[in-house]
């Protein structure tokens, strides 16, 4: 069965028994302070595990993205070496929410597998849950007992709670799982060692499968479990490892999913896959890293130098590296791949398709400045041997393969590689010992406690008005504490709450909290998950009492100015540049609007002129806010609302319009109700973040008349400078022109006062034992000119051996010239006399034995250079 085939059957199994099918969500995860990535199916589903929500539909199946290479969950250093972790991979998973429990979940499973799939029973292993006395918890006897109905009990394996109690990360949902594990060696291994003891035990043929788990608890931060209110199901199956069971392959890589990539690198790399183990871990990294770096990026992710983007920045070098050092690929080719990504995930994934280009033009700019660090490295490493080679030493230490590494992104595999091969060891102990040094460091930096929510009222409905209201009667349902270096914050949790929270580019709203006796500052609300988080500047006393809610009005109102002209924007620059620019990020605030796209080429003054005069026609033309609310998702792409990859829409979505043929948006924002309210609209940059993507950063209202007036005080001060002329830029022209003539006349009286010097001088050489001597103290407008003049004897004069003691604007300088045969012959060169002589002007300097000169700071001294120079020579 084919892969593609493979997906689809799971899914529309699970819809015969009556599960929603869900698209998968991002890859990169938004409001979550604890997951930079999924890394798991129920990642999406969690605020209704945490009964903060309630899910929708009872139950969904889907094909979710995941990347596990951070965090609790981390696959890297395996990827490539063994057959059957990935970076970036697809979960099936089926989902109850307080439906159905062990029962069907274990039925429907075993019904897929072994009827569907067809994969054969006695190859099949289960797991079930031990118990573990630390956390007071028994056996799973009831995933037991339904398991012995089915599959025979000595294929029933007890898992202690590192198997078998599946946790999200630290704190969360959590729960006792069942595993199926699937034997894929040949029968004479069977034969040998029975598969059961295999299971868990890290054979690259005797695999985990599918993980079903069974929700129950949420672990809190003190590290005890607590009963979550409703019973779940949440399943995972690894895509890429099923596919691999029943194609019956000994390794992922040799499914379908990845041979077209092998065979794509065999051929751009002339190697072969499946001949040597250093090599084919090479091909398989490659093949495995392109899709993690695809689809974040077609997730909105672009490499960088902090949190996500530098995961993808690593997992990308990661590659280039391998493909580097052992394939030969010395050019980027990663970004060659990415028409195979869009041809073979397209369909199910269409981000990767439609943003193809983008994604390779983002790749091939990484990988090309990655090879140049590279390069830049190997010269180091050139500089480091041979400071190494004079003083007969052979080894590296840590400390410089760490600074390679942290400085230049210089890996220590390719530092000892080359140092191997050049006779030379690592000290990779230190280098270990400098990294972990470092991971201290930053673990100390970025150490938080997060406290338990404490809860004050049972009330869980959490309602946002602040489309509406910026004022409101609230109660306070939780609040928790958060503790890091910088001490304590506070955080809360309204029953209604007028606060916008941080999202879509707009930052949250701040404001206060005020009861009858208490008014506290609210500095800044944020989303986690789908709760709306308060940022207060500390607890209250009486949390109980009812608050007035007030958001900061006048920030607000000029946020909102700043994010409908962020639509505006949007749209004058589809108008002026093309249909093809999408929005890469967005930042709006009370100060400014910063809105990043996916465009190739710097915008001229021109389009930059038109987009300033389409947005502020849109204000003038005073359009007004239509608003539309809970639209189905189908219907608002249907309007032709533009919509961003990498963001999670739920099935109903907000639209924003400001003229249906203008602009339409899927926003979660504040809008102003007419556009005039923006009043002016001003772009203050414009310049590229990385490749393809440009920036703009605009003013709006308040901000773009302080602008304007800012300019204009600044032609005044001009004018006034120059006295008042009745036009500035013609007066500033002949400002200039008029030095460019003084500069001329300068040059051409230095021009003469140095020849009329030259003359003077040439009638001071004396001669002795054949050669000419000119020992003179003189006076130059430059360096330049001295260094002439002293060509200039030299040239005119034969056998010359000329100093000269040169006082140049207000420092002192000697030159030493020689005619090039004398080098040598009388112990004559420049270079050693003219550092002799330059202790007397409290300096130093050099160049070559025939020409040098020197720089001092003691100006008094020219006159002892005069004297010694002849005491010397003459
Ligand atoms: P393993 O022990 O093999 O690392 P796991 O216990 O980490 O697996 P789960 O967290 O239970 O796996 O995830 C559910 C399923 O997802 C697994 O049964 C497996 O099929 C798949 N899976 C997990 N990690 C990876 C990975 N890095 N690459 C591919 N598939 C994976
Ligand atoms: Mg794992």
């Known amino acids: 069965m084919e892969a593609k085939k493979i997906r689809s059957t799971f899914i529309e199994f699970f ?8 698209p998968s969500s991002p890859i990169v995860v938004k409001n979550d302070p604890t997951l930079m990535f999924t890394n798991a199916g129920m990642n999406q589903f969690k605020d209704a595990f945490l009964g903060n929500e309630t899910a929708k539909y009872p139950r969904v199946a889907n094909s979710q993205k995941c990347l596990r290479v951070s965090g609790k969950h981390n696959d890297l250093e395996e990827v490539g070496v063994d057959t059957y972790h990935h970076t970036m991979f697809e979960m099936l998973g089926n989902w109850s929410f307080g439906d159905y429990f062990k029962k069907d979940a274990i039925a429907w499973a075993w019904e897929l597998l072994t009827e569907v799939y067809k994969l054969p029973k006695d190859r099949l292993y289960v797991s079930v849950f031990q118990g573990d006395a630390g956390d007071k918890l028994e056996k799973d006897q009831e995933a037991f007992d339904l398991w012995s109905q089915i599959v025979p009990v000595d294929r029933i394996i007890m898992g202690s709670k590192k198997d078998n109690f599946w946790e999200m990360g630290d704190t969360g949902p959590c729960g006792p799982c069942s595993e199926i594990h699937v034997d894929l060696r040949s029968e004479s291994e069977i034969a040998t060692i029975p598969g059961r003891d295999l299971v868990n035990n890290d054979h690259p043929q005797v695999i985990e499968i599918w993980n079903l788990v069974f929700m129950q608890f949420n672990r809190l931060a003190d590290g005890s479990l607590k009963e979550l209110p409703a019973k779940h199901v949440d399943t995972g199956m690894g895509f890429e490892r099923l596919v691999r069971a029943i194609q019956f392959k000994s390794s992922n890589y040799d499914t379908d999913l990845f041979k077209p990539f092998l065979d794509a690198i065999a051929k751009k790399s002339g190697k072969t896959y499946g001949l040597d183990e250093q090599t084919d871990i090479a091909f398989r990294v490659i093949v495995d890293h392109i899709r993690a770096i695809s689809f974040t990026i077609a997730d909105g992710q672009i490499p960088s130098n902090n949190k996500a983007g530098y995961v993808i920045r690593r997992i990308l070098r990661r590659a280039v590296r391998y493909g580097y050092t052992f394939l030969g690929l010395q050019q980027p080719f990663l970004f060659e791949l990415t028409p195979l990504i869009a041809e073979y995930f397209g369909d199910i994934f269409p981000e990767v398709r439609l943003q193809q280009e983008f994604i390779a033009k983002v790749i091939q700019e990484e990988e090309a400045s990655f090879l140049r660090t590279l390069d830049h490295g190997l010269k180091m490493l050139e500089s480091i041997k041979a400071e190494l080679n004079s003083k007969g030493d052979k080894i590296i230490t840590g400390k410089t393969a760490f600074e390679l590494y942290d400085t230049f992104g210089f890996p220590l595999d390719l530092t000892s590689l080359i140092a191997r091969e050049n006779g030379f060891s690592v000290d990779e102990k230190g280098f270990a010992e400098e990294m972990e040094k470092q991971k201290t460091r930053s673990r100390a930096a970025s150490e938080q406690e997060t406290g338990d929510w404490v ?81 207060v500047e500390k607890l209250p006393l009486n949390p109980e009492k009812r608050f007035s809610a007030e958001v900061d009005r006048e920030k607000r109102t000029l946020t909102m100015n700043n994010h409908t002209a962020t639509h505006l924007l949007q749209s004058a620059l589809k ?124 003013i709006t209202s308040k901000a773009a008349e302080s602008y304007l007036r800012e300019q204009e005080t600044l032609v005044k001060e001009i004018q006034d400078l120059l006295k008042n002329p009745r036009d500035v830029k013609k007066a500033i022209e002949a400002l200039l022109q008029e030095r460019n003539e003084l500069r001329k006349e300068i040059e051409t009286l230095h021009l003469e006062k140095a020849s009329g010097l030259k003359s003077e001088l040439l009638k001071q050489f004396v001669e002795k034992d054949g050669v000419n001597i000119l020992i003179a103290q003189v006076e130059l407008p430059n360096a330049d000119s001295l260094k002439k003049l002293a060509y200039e004897l030299k040239n005119d004069v034969s056998n010359a051996f000329v100093v000269l003691a040169a006082q140049i604007e207000d420092k002192p300088q000697v030159a030493v010239i020689l005619e090039d045969t004398l080098v040598g012959s009388k112990g004559l060169n420049a270079g050693q006399i003219v550092r002799e002589l330059a202790k007397e002007i409290q300096g130093g300097g050099g160049g070559q034995p025939f020409f040098a000169t020197a720089g001092g700071k003691d100006l008094s001294g020219l006159g002892k250079v005069v004297a010694k120079a002849k005491e010397m020579y003459l």
């Open 15 to 22: 819809q015969s028994k009556q599960h929603q099918y869900v």
């Open 455 to 535: 809860i004050v009222s049972e009330d869980t409905g959490v309602e946002f008005i602040g489309y509406d209201f910026t004022e409101a009667y609230s109660h306070i349902i939780k609040h928790r504490t958060i503790t890091d270096k910088k001490g304590d914050r506070y955080q809360l949790v309204l029953d209604k709450t007028p606060f916008y929270a941080e999202s879509g580019g707009q930052v949250g709203d701040t404001g206060w909290l005020i009861s009858d006796s208490e008014k506290i500052r609210v500095i800044d609300t944020k989303k986690e998950n789908d709760l709306i988080v308060h940022f």
């Open 575 to 698: 108008a002026v540049l093309g249909d093809h620019i999408q929005q890469r990020g967005s930042l709006v605030n009370e100060n400014l609007l910063r809105f990043d796209f996916s465009h190739f080429g710097k915008m001229t003054e021109e389009e930059i002129t038109k987009v300033e005069d389409i947005v502020n026609s849109k204000v003038r033309e005073n359009i007004h806010l239509f608003e539309q609310r809970n639209v189905p998702i189908e219907e608002a792409k249907k309007m032709g609302a533009t919509a961003l990859f990498g963001e999670k829409y739920g099935d109903f979505v907000r639209v924003i319009t400001f003229d249906k043929n203008y602009s339409v948006e899927l926003c979660g924002g504040t809008h102003v109700p007419y556009t005039s309210q923006i009043g002016l609209f001003k772009i203050t940059s414009e310049g590229s973040i990385s490749s393809g993507v440009r920036r703009i950063e605009a």
